[in-house]
C-alpha cells in the first residue's frame, strides 16, 4: 500500500514536517501553490539567549497578485552568510555542532540557488540524509493538476498510485474525505502531539524550532525524538 504526503515546501522546518516525510514513500512538494507572507516557506525559528529568533530568507514578491512558491525568487545575495553566521553564534555551544558545522556552513556558502523552491530543497534534502529518512521527494509540477483544493491533491494521490494519503492536522478545515474514500484512497491524520524533549540550549524548551535544533543538540542521535523516524537510522 503505497503512502503519500503532501506539502508546501518549507525552510529548514521542525521536526515534525520531517516526521510526515518519514512516514510515507513519496513526499510532494506542492510549491505550485500560492506563496503565503510571514509564513514557513521561507523563514524559521532557532534558540539564542535573548530568546526565539527568525532566519528569514528575503524574497521578491509582486504586490497582491497571486504568485506561487516555485516562481517567488531571492531578492538579496548575501542572506546564506548572515544565516550561518547566526547559527554559528548561538549552537557553537550545541553538543553535536563541532561534528555537522563543516558540512552545514559548506551548505550555506555554497547556496547560489535563486528561487526559493530550490533552496528549501536543498536544505530538506540535507536534513534528511542526516536524518537517515530515504522517502522520494518530488514535486507536484511533476503531476497534472485541476479541480480545486481537495481534488488536486487527490489527483496526485491517483496519478501516483497511492493507496493512503498522510495528511497534517490543518488540512481538515477543507478536505473532503468523502471524495478521497471514493477513489479508494485513505486518509489518514499525522498527530504532532506528545514529542518527548530533548537537549535545549537557552532556557525553556521550545518544539517549534528548525529541525538545525534537534541535529545540532542530539546528532545521530535525533531519530530518537521523533516519531517516525527510526532510531537506528541516521548515520553514526
Known amino acids: 500500500m503505497k503512502r503519500i504526503a503532501i506539502s ?10 520531517f516526521d510526515l516525510i518519514a512516514g510515507v514513500d513519496e513526499f510532494v512538494l506542492y510549491d505550485d501553490a500560492q506563496y503565503t ?8 525559528l532557532v534558540k539564542t539567549p535573548s530568546g526565539l529568533h527568525w532566519l528569514t530568507i528575503p524574497v521578491q514578491v509582486k504586490g497582491r497578485f497571486h504568485q506561487r512558491i516555485c516562481d517567488t525568487g531571492i531578492s538579496e545575495d548575501d542572506w546564506p552568510l548572515r544565516h550561518w553566521r547566526t547559527i554559528e553564534l548561538n549552537y557553537a555551544r550545541a553538543a553535536h555542532f563541532d561534528r555537522f558545522a563543516p558540512e552545514l556552513e559548506r551548505l550555506y556558502r555554497e547556496c547560489h540557488e535563486t528561487r526559493l523552491s530550490e533552496v528549501n530543497r536543498r536544505f530538506l534534502d540535507w536534513a534528511c540524509a542526516t536524518l537517515g529518512i530515504r522517502t522520494r521527494l518530488t514535486w507536484s509540477s511533476d503531476y497534472a493538476l485541476t479541480g480545486d483544493r481537495s481534488e488536486r491533491l487527490l489527483g496526485i494521490c491517483r496519478q501516483a ?7 497534517g492536522p490543518a488540512a481538515k478545515d477543507y478536505l473532503d474525505e468523502a471524495k478521497f474514500a471514493a477513489a479508494g484512497v485513505q486518509v489518514a491524520w499525522m498527530d504532532y502531539a506528545g514529542y518527548p524533549p530533548y537537549r535545549q540550549l537557552f532556557g525553556e524548551f521550545q518544539h517549534g524550532v528548525s529541525i538545525l535544533d534537534l541535529i545540532l543538540n542530539e546528532g545521530p542521535g535525533a531519530p530518537a ?5 527510526r532510531p537506528d537510522a541516521a548515520p553514526a
Open 8 to 17: 508546501q515546501s518549507n525552510y529548514i522546518p521542525w521536526k515534525g514536517y
Open 37 to 44: 507572507r510571514r509564513d514557513w516557506r521561507n523563514r524559521n
Open 161 to 167: 498510485g497511492a493507496a493512503m494519503y498522510l495528511s
Open 225 to 229: 525524538f521523533m516519531k517516525n523516524v
